[in-house]
Each structure stands twice: as structure tokens, then as C-alpha cells.
């Protein structure tokens, strides 16, 4: 899996050094130098690195607007090392705080411990995170209201990604194995779970029907 990084910072030059820094990690990395143009680039992120002087307000005021939409891992890099804006920036929902100038290797070894805690025990397509062990699921960053066994369907498949599921076998692994419950339930429940999360429910691009067989979850691993 490909993360991707947003590194938000009106000083152009630092942000290019980190970038590059990161892409040779292996990250995909995106910048932007406002809040207002991070806010346009926030789909697919998972992580962001977030300066707090920009030009068009404050990372505090950023932090936690995104932290009303996203729970995606948020780094402050600053040159502003107070104990109080350190403290005020792990308050408000920010989860580390690097000071500037800052260590390139010092600030990888953060960025790849804050995603290995993060997407850890999680399954990924598209831009859905499954985080299995906490029972939650985010679209586009933001959390996504499921049933439990909502959840425990899309685990199943996304345990299974390019495996045609049977009818059969999601009834069981969901339901248990003297349910009584109709094929139908879990016809609705598929339609309950594309209308959740694909884009365009009436053309799903992952939870699709295997023709003769059941569902399938399709998705590059």
C-alpha cells in the first residue's frame, strides 16, 4: 500500500526538501502552501504535516476544523516551540509536534510510526480504511456509520478482496450457522453497504455481485 502525504507550509522550499525527502520513502506526496488549498486536498491523504503560521489563518484553526471531518494522523512542524503551542496543538487533535528546523530522518521515522499505528490491522480499497480492530470504517478520511453487521460483512469481503464470496459463506460467516435469516438480508445489506461507501451505488467499483456465486470485493492489494 502507497500512503499518501499532504505537507502543509507557506515556506515553499522547506516543503520541496521534504517532499523529496519522502517520495524517495517510497510516499506519495502532495503540498500546499494555504489552508484553503489544503482543504481541496484532502481526499486520499493519510497523513498530514501541518505548519502553523500560513498565510490565510492558523494550523491550530485547520487542525481542528479537519479533526470535525477526518481522523487522519496530523504532525505539526513549526518553528513556534513553546511549551504552550506544543501543548495546545496536542490538545485541539494534533498527534505530534516536530519543531523547525527539523531532522529529515527524524521526521520519516515519525511520519512511518504514526501510519504504522494508525493503518495498522486495517484492510484499504479505494478510498475506504477499514480499521478492524476498532470497528470503524472511514471514507475520504471521515468516519462512516455502519451496523455491526454491516461491519462484519465488509470485513468478510475485505478480508477476501479478489475472492467471489458465496451466498452461502457470507451467511454463515455473518449470521452464524443455524441462522434463519432470508437470502434477501443479505442482498439488502450489500445494497446498505454500496450506498455507504461506492461513489456511484448503481455502478459499484468494489462490492459487485459474482454472477452464480455471491459477492466479490474488488480491489488492487
Not at 53 to 62: E, I, S
Not at 94 to 104: E, F, I
Not at 167 to 185: C, H, M, Q, R
Not at 187 to 207: A, C, G, M
Request: charged residues 30%; proline residues 3%; glycine residues 6%.
Amino acid at each position: 500500500m502507497k500512503y499518501n502525504c499532504l505537507i502543509v507550509d507557506d515556506d515553499t522550499d522547506l516543503s520541496a526538501v521534504t517532499a523529496d525527502c519522502l517520495e524517495d520513502a517510497g510516499f506519495s506526496v502532495y503540498t500546499a502552501a494555504t489552508a484553503t488549498e489544503a482543504m481541496e486536498k484532502l481526499d486520499g491523504v493519510h497523513l498530514i504535516l501541518l505548519d502553523i503560521n500560513l498565510p490565510d489563518g492558523t494550523g491550530f484553526d485547520l487542525c481542528k476544523r479537519l479533526r470535525t471531518e477526518t481522523h487522519i494522523p496530523i504532525i505539526f512542524i513549526s518553528a513556534r516551540t513553546s511549551d504552550t503551542d506544543k501543548i495546545e496543538g496536542l490538545d485541539i487533535g494534533g498527534d505530534d509536534y516536530v519543531p523547525k528546523p527539523y531532522s529529515l530522518g527524524e521526521l520519516l521515522s515519525r511520519v512511518k510510526a504514526h501510519l504504522r499505528r494508525c493503518y495498522s490491522e486495517r484492510e484499504r480499497f479505494g478510498d475506504v480504511d477499514v480499521d478492524i480492530s476498532g470497528r470503524r470504517v472511514y471514507k475520504r478520511g471521515a468516519e462512516v456509520s455502519l451496523s455491526a453487521k454491516e461491519f462484519d460483512l465488509l470485513c468478510i469481503l475485505a478480508q477476501n478482496k479478489n475472492t467471489a464470496m458465496s451466498k452461502d459463506k457470507l451467511l454463515f460467516s455473518v449470521w452464524g450457522a443455524y441462522n434463519e435469516v432470508e437470502p434477501s438480508t443479505l442482498t439488502v445489506h450489500i445494497r446498505w453497504l454500496r450506498e455507504k461507501l461506492e461513489d456511484d451505488p448503481s455502478k459499484p467499483q468494489f462490492i459487485k455481485t459474482a454472477h452464480r456465486v455471491g459477492y466479490i470485493l474488488e480491489a488492487d492489494i
